[in-house]
């Protein structure tokens, strides 16, 4: 199962909140699933993209600041260092969720 390097922090933090219905549904899908499939880190759309509202044709409307978020965690985890909402994407619409689960 592919998944986008920052969706690693949006994963544990899901509780059911999101764009729509059919997002929730693939999150929490896509949430249990996480530990008992091997998992693909990549830098594009990937299965919580799939039912995303913000992906047109593949991409992310919102492709640059996504990318950024893909390569902080990329190079937090190289350094070993775990990455959390407040390093990585505090700008995020589902910020104000994330920031007091750590």
Sequence with gaps: MDIRYHHL?????FGG???SADFCKNMAN?????NNEKITLVEH???ICS???NNKGGKCKEEEKVKSYDKT???LISLGIKP???DVCSDCK???ICKNLD
């Excluded at 922090?9 to 933090?13: D, F, K, T």
């Excluded at 896509?30 to 996480?34: A, G, L, S, T």
């Design 9 to 13: 922090l949006c994963l544990p933090r």
């Design 17 to 19: 909140k999101g764009y």
């Design 30 to 34: 896509v949430k249990k699933r996480y």
């Design 45 to 47: 759309c990937d299965e």
């Design 51 to 53: 039912h995303c509202p």
């Design 73 to 75: 965690v990329k190079k």
């Design 84 to 86: 959390t909402p407040n």
């Design 94 to 96: 589902w910020y104000y």
